[in-house]
């Protein structure tokens, strides 16, 4: 769903503690070189197949993701970001 944004080149999705809701959703993406994105475009292109509340809270642009050996994203590691 998220990385079908034609911007888009990578994304992870990680669950964090949240005093209201339990656990909110932040997404974190790579987005094509030179290309800046908006929260706003990136929620309404997921909205097309998601629920308000499957909706990321927050989205973070980042250059690389942390990987593993076998070059999976280390998402502890952004979840402690």
Not at 51 to 69: G, I, Q, R, S
Request: glycine letters at 4%.
């Amino acid at each position: 769903m998220y990385s079908t944004h034609p911007d888009v080149t990578e994304v992870a999705v990680v669950g964090v503690p949240d005093a209201k809701w339990g656990e909110i959703a932040i997404c974190f993406l790579r987005a094509k070189s030179g290309v800046k994105l908006t929260k706003s475009e990136l929620i309404r292109h997921v909205r097309k197949e998601l629920a308000a509340a499957k909706t990321p809270a927050h989205w973070v642009a980042v250059d690389a993701f942390p990987l593993t050996a076998s070059g999976k994203i280390q998402k502890f590691i952004l979840r402690d970001r």
